[in-house]
Structures are given as C-alpha cells and as structure tokens.
C-alpha cells in the first residue's frame, strides 16, 4: 500500500508543481492559489490513503464503506486537477487600495553606480527606519514590509533579507533597482526604490 500511495504522491506533486505560475513560492499575486494547491494536493494523498485502506478492508471481508469505496476514485482524480489549475479560479491577491505609509529609507550599498561586475554577483541593500517581516505577513503595517529586487524594469526577486545573489545575467549595461514594499506586495506611500545601474562584463 506504501508504494502506491508513494507513487500517487510523486503525481500529485509533479503534477501542481510543475503548472506554470508567475510567482511560485514567492508569495505574490498567486499567493492564494498556490496555499489552496497545496491544501487540495495534501486532501488528495488522504482520499487515496483512506481508498487503499477500504480496499485492504474489503479484501478481509468488511463491508459498508469497504464496498464502495470506488466513489472515492473521482474525488481523488478531480483533486489534483484542481489543484493544478488554481491560478485560474482562486481570487488573486492585489494590493489595498490605501497605502500603508513609512518613513523608511532603502539603499544599495553594493554594487556602486557604473560599477564593472560579472555574469553573477550580490546585491547588497542597507534600510533604515523599516523592518523587513516574512513573506507569508499578511496585514500592512507601517514600516514592516520586504523586499523587490528588479533587473531592467523585470521583478527578479522577492526577499525577506537585505542581500541577494543575481546570476547569469546578459553582458551589458544592466540596472538593478530594490523596492521596500508592505506586506500585500503593493507601494508604501511614499515609495520606497533603490536603484544602480552596473556594468556586467563576461
């Protein structure tokens, strides 16, 4: 029974984690639908438990449940699908309309403007007068928020930290802008945006 349910469990996994989404396991605006994946994917792995477990029952003589167990097979078979199409049908998360406010400041310590760097190097950010809090906050407050971490106008990274590691980026000139924002993902008010643009040489 532990192997089947092993194997179920690798589906059901490849299956939600390999569906395409903007912001997987970085919180965003599929933030929702990635906690409802999960939610049904876990609910799946105890619908095929409890199959298995009927049909070991009913291989021993039970009856009731054991006997039909087979109208667990849809639910166990729909549960995955809809965990892999969350993105479509589960509210999106957008920010508030009212901005948090902050009297944070948000630097970029390194790298320094026009600086020459490689292919991969670290960005490292200094805030003052804010406090970085988890990805998974969700209320707004004042001056609590974390961090994005764009590459020419593109979000390259979500973080909780003051330090982020950017790879493999194209040789050229490149700007790399950091931005404290609250907790929903959305702007402080006023915005609070670091910006540098460097040379990357291969």
């Known amino acids: 029974m532990s192997a ?15 569906t395409p ?16 994946a999960t939610v049904l994917a876990a609910a799946d792995l105890g619908v095929v438990a409890w199959f298995l477990r009927l049909r070991k029952r009913a291989r021993q003589g039970a009856r009731g449940w054991a006997t039909r167990r087979w109208v667990l097979l849809p639910i166990a078979v729909a549960l995955p699908v809809a965990a892999a199409t969350t993105t479509s049908w589960v509210p999106k998360n957008t920010p508030s309309r009212t901005r948090p406010s ?9 790298p320094r403007p026009g600086q020459v760097v490689g292919r991969s190097f670290t960005v490292q950010l200094e805030l003052r007068g804010g406090r970085i809090v988890p990805l998974t906050t969700v209320r ?8 994005h971490v764009s590459v020419d106008g593109r979000v390259y990274a979500m ?23 609250a907790a929903d993902h959305g702007p402080f008010k006023p915005p609070v945006v670091a910006e540098v643009a460097v040379e990357v040489r291969a």
């Not at 089947?4 to 390999?18: H, I, S, Y």
């Open 159 to 181: 973080t909780s930290g003051l330090r982020q590691d950017l790879q493999d980026l194209s040789p050229g000139r490149h700007v790399v802008r950091a931005e404290f924002v």
């Open 102 to 110: 902050t009297v944070a400041r948000l630097g970029i310590v390194s």
């Open 140 to 147: 707004n407050r004042p001056n609590a928020g974390h961090v």
């Open 4 to 18: 089947r349910l092993g194997r179920w469990a690798a589906l059901t996994a490849a299956l939600v984690l390999l």
């Open 21 to 36: 989404r903007a912001a997987f396991a970085h919180g965003g605006v599929y933030a929702g639908a990635d906690n409802v």
